[in-house]
């Protein structure tokens, strides 16, 4: 079983750069692709970025591509989201979130989430 643990959310003003950290337990994050959702305040929550299991091949909703860019340092059970020319619309709770497969897991395949760090981009 792994558990994750999100870090490096706050404030930013539009326009800027924040870059989240996700902390996995367990010697077995290298067989879990790692996904990024996030849930803005009375909305679904909704799939932002996923990332295989060596950090091959990775894969965005298109609101966030070309500005937002995951990654993972398996020897530091550690994903990331690094995220640039943040907008207002981007503004909510990032979770980060873990599937055991060998698949290209669907978005609601995701077994594992951490608690969430909030994100918040003022104008």
């Known amino acids: 079983q792994v558990q994750l643990v999100e870090s490096g959310g706050g404030l930013v003003q539009a326009g800027g750069s924040l870059r989240l950290s996700c902390a996995a337990s367990?010697?077995?994050?290298?067989?879990?692709?790692m996904g990024w959702f996030r849930q803005a305040p009375g909305k679904e929550r909704e799939f932002v970025s996923t990332i295989s299991r060596r950090g091959i091949n990775t894969y965005y909703t298109d609101s966030v591509k070309g500005r937002f860019t995951i990654s993972r340092d398996n020897a530091k059970n550690t994903v990331y989201l690094q995220m640039n020319s943040l907008k207002v619309e981007d503004t909510a709770v990032y979770y980060c979130?873990?599937?055991?497969?060998?698949?290209?897991?669907?978005?609601?395949?995701?077994?594992?989430w951490g608690q969430g760090t909030q994100v918040t981009v003022s104008s």
């Open positions: 367990g010697r077995t994050f290298s067989t879990y692709v």
């Open positions: 979130a873990a599937v055991q497969t060998t698949q290209w897991p669907k978005t609601t395949e995701y077994d594992k």
